[in-house]
């Protein structure tokens, strides 16, 4: 009998899946990691198995106690996922704007939930230095131990994909992979990743896509941490600073990819190819195409689909949320949702 012993066994060894109209397009073979078919549904859950995992080693936590995290909502769902089958509790701080589907999701998975304003970092009340604050209380009351994940910091989540989503790569493309690219939103997958790639072959091509109105395009391009103008409807990415996790990518380029061409490419997925995913994809398979339009043709490209577009109903496949925000609406769209207005 071959079986996983637990939910958490079963997080990783995703498939590779070729992403057809992007290959055609570029001449490239441009492949998809397919992250949305992790248990908790996104990339994150391999950083929150590698949190806590990690963290039990070291003694930070014992049966019955506590995860606290600051998360756009993808993480405290792979968090909440691997703290059931191991006996924790889960509290999450999410900023309000974060979609419904994950806030529903997070509390269906057992994790309590802070909903906080959306605030800047620079801003104490930034909800990255309340779960801090928080769990700095809460370490006084808890009597079996209170793991703040803390995932821009902990560098647990940078090597989830160093040691499992890069060895991954490596193995299905059996060493030939030309390029990897991905958006930042910790850096956990971009810099586990490319650390891995480049140890096994320095000449792999390792890119970021960024999203308007964060800083990681501007570092990885010119050196220096400053914001691009705009704002993006992704969830889940986008860096202004440079943390001690993105200090260990090893990165090439960056490519700014806007939402329309972003949203374009989501679109297109579903309706061509029957893969409905998450904003944060589009940026990834845009700056895929990207990348491989610049080494030219026969190439082999990865990314990542970081998480499914059902956890974004309410926003991307809701034609009168994306007019909105003057984004384009397919015909289609329109046909298939039955969203009320
Ligand atoms: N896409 C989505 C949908 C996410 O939730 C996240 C993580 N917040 C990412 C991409 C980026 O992953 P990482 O934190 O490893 O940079």
Redesign the pocket.
């Given at each position: 009998m071959a079986f996983n012993k637990d939910v958490i066994e079963a997080i990783g060894n995703t498939p590779l899946i070729k992403l057809k109209h992007a290959s055609e397009a570029t001449g490239c073979t441009i492949l998809g990691k397919a992250e949305f078919m992790n248990p908790g549904q996104?990339?994150?859950d391999r950083?929150g198995k590698w949190m806590i995992l990690e963290a039990e080693k070291r003694g930070d936590l014992r049966p019955g106690g506590l995860v606290v995290e600051s998360?756009?909502?993808?993480?405290g769902i792979g968090l909440a996922v691997v703290a059931s089958a191991r006996g924790y509790r889960t509290l999450i701080l999410i900023p309000e704007t974060q979609s419904q589907e994950k806030k529903d999701m997070l509390r269906l998975c057992g994790a309590e939930l802070i909903e906080v304003p959306q605030l800047p970092y620079s801003n104490p009340n930034n909800y990255q230095h309340v779960g801090r604050r928080l769990a700095d209380q809460l370490r006084k009351t808890e009597p079996n131990g209170v793991l703040f994940a803390d995932?821009w910091n902990n560098l647990d989540?940078a090597k989830a994909?160093y040691e499992s989503t890069g060895p991954e790569i490596w193995e299905q493309t059996g060493g030939k992979v030309d390029g990897f690219i991905c958006?930042?939103?910790?850096?956990?997958?971009?810099a586990g990743v490319s650390r891995f790639l480049k140890e096994k072959n320095k000449d792999i091509v390792t890119a970021c896509a960024d999203p308007h109105g964060f800083a990681m395009y501007e570092l990885f391009k010119h050196g220096t941490a400053k914001s691009t103008p705009g704002d993006s409807i992704t969830?889940?990415?986008g860096l202004g600073r440079v943390t001690p996790i993105i200090e260990t990518a090893v990165v090439d380029d960056a490519f700014l990819i806007s939402d329309e061409e972003a949203v374009t490419v989501i679109y297109e997925l579903l309706e061509q190819e029957g893969l409905c995913l998450?904003g944060?994809?589009g940026i990834n398979v845009a700056g895929a195409i990207r990348l491989a339009k610049q080494l030219g043709p026969g190439k082999t490209i990865v990314t990542?689909l970081?998480?499914s577009g059902g956890r974004y109903q309410s926003k991307l496949f809701n034609p009168a949320f994306m007019r909105s925000k003057n984004l384009p609406v397919p015909a289609w769209l329109e046909k298939r949702t039955k969203i009320d207005v």
């Open positions: 996104s990339v994150k950083a998360t756009a909502g993808n993480t995932q989540n994909h958006s930042v939103g910790t850096g956990g997958t971009l969830e889940g990415i998450g944060s994809t990542v970081a998480d």
